[in-house]
């Protein structure tokens, strides 16, 4: 066999099969596609025997040896049955400005259309070995998993992480009367409720999404610790309060659960992400102007500004599922109508939840304080409802639409 054939040599001196030749050797067999050929120059000569015997064991071609001199040059066919050749195309990753984010990566990696249930956990880009077994993973289709903007996203999610110990001014709590005190547990306890429904909801779909999409499950184990910092604040911040917690009421309960019941990723994001976290958001914007106090105030801020993340994930995955899915539409629609009928029966918002919005919005509970604030409860019900159909038409629903399916979300906000 003429040396010309030899796409790639490697010289390997003096090292044995079982002396560290191996780790030179497979590199440069993976570089080469099968039926490729590889140089191997090598001075030990225990090598003439193991190395064809090796190559018959990981079912490569054996071509023979040469000997010049103290040198000899042993010739391999890489096998047609051995792990696809399958190097980089990827452009260089680079920093930008001292920063390497997410968004740079997904650059130089670009998520695909498809994604291999055999590929289990390797990363995207990864070299994989036949023969793997398949994942049970029901997300590997980027349309219905990852928007574009998940970089992005994540990015985000990662700079805004606090910490519900130290950032929030604990020490300027002061005591309020008793009214006012006992709406703020109520109204802390309503949120802590509804945000463990958004920490369990979002952690059932983790499992389902195939790894070639990770920046999707990254991003949602933020939102998961984002939700988990929520539940730590608003019940830290209730029973501050020295009232105990609040009642957490059935039309809360029943609301949750048809969240809970949603197997479908795209419906469940549109459900608690657009839907309920929107309209969170109006409603934190509400705690917010009303707060008794500064620390009440920051934490309230600081966990709107999560939700935002939140919603934005569920508009752009909702939108882009819009653009390639004409069916889409009725399936969100018909997911609204389910969970209303789900909810048949059930009246307004929560009694316990209404009363405390409105004494909180009072400051106190002089009879006319309380008439502003259950005016001010009555136009956080209309700002919830146009600002909901505002972001159904951002998502690319037609007003009608919009309108439509704001009326029929739930009465329990999330």
Not at 146 to 162: F, H, M, N, R, T
Not at 211 to 230: G, N, T
Request: glycine content about 8%; overall charge negative; aromatic content about 6%.
């Amino acid at each position: 066999m003429s040396a010309e054939l030899a796409v790639i040599a490697v010289d390997c001196g003096d090292l044995q099969l079982g002396g560290g030749l191996l780790a030179l050797l497979r590199p440069a067999l993976n570089e080469l596609e099968p039926g490729g050929m590889l140089a191997v120059l090598s001075r030990a000569t225990s090598v003439r025997e193991d190395l064809a015997s090796w190559c018959r064991t990981e079912r490569h071609e054996y071509l023979g040896v040469e000997t010049i001199g103290n040198l000899d040059r042993h010739l391999i066919a890489r096998g047609e049955f051995s792990v696809a050749n399958q190097t980089s195309n990827e452009s260089q990753l680079k920093p930008r400005e001292g920063k390497l984010t997410a968004s740079d990566v997904l650059d130089v990696a670009p998520l695909p259309p498809t994604a291999d249930p055999f590929s289990g956990f390797a990363p995207r880009g990864a070299r994989v070995e036949p023969g793997g077994p398949a994942y049970p993973f029901t997300l590997n289709e980027r349309d219905h998993a990852a928007p574009p903007e998940i970089a992005k996203l994540y990015d985000q999610a990662v700079s805004g992480q606090w910490d519900g110990t130290r950032d929030i001014p604990w020490d300027e709590v002061k005591p309020l009367p008793f009214p006012l005190a006992h709406a703020l547990a109520q109204v802390m306890t309503f949120l802590a409720e509804n945000e463990l429904s958004a920490l369990y909801v979002p952690a059932r779909f983790i499992p389902r999404i195939h790894p070639a999409y990770a920046e999707v499950a990254m991003f949602l184990a933020s939102q998961l610790a984002d939700e988990a910092r929520h539940i730590d604040v608003f019940l830290k911040r209730a029973r501050l309060c020295g009232v105990g917690l609040g009642t957490s009421s059935v039309t809360t309960s029943r609301s949750l659960l048809s969240l809970m019941q949603t197997e479908d990723f795209t419906e469940s994001s549109f459900l608690l992400s657009v839907l309920g976290e929107g309209t969170f958001l109006d409603l934190l914007s509400f705690i917010e102007r009303y707060a008794p106090d500064e620390p009440t105030a920051e934490l309230t801020r600081r966990a709107k500004n999560d939700e935002s993340r939140h919603v934005h994930f569920g508009l752009a995955h909702v939108r882009y599922g819009l653009a390639n899915d004409p069916k889409l539409y009725g399936r969100l629609e018909a997911a609204v109508r389910r969970r209303a009928a789900a909810l048949h029966g059930v009246g307004g918002v929560p009694a316990p939840v209404q009363d405390a919005l409105t004494i909180l919005a009072a400051g106190s509970a002089e009879p006319e304080a309380v008439a502003r604030g259950h005016e001010a409860f009555r136009e956080l019900l209309d700002t919830m409802h146009a600002s909901r159909i505002r972001r159904l038409q951002h998502a690319g629903f037609t007003s009608e639409q919009a309108e439509t399916i704001s009326e029929l979300h739930t009465s329990n906000f999330m």
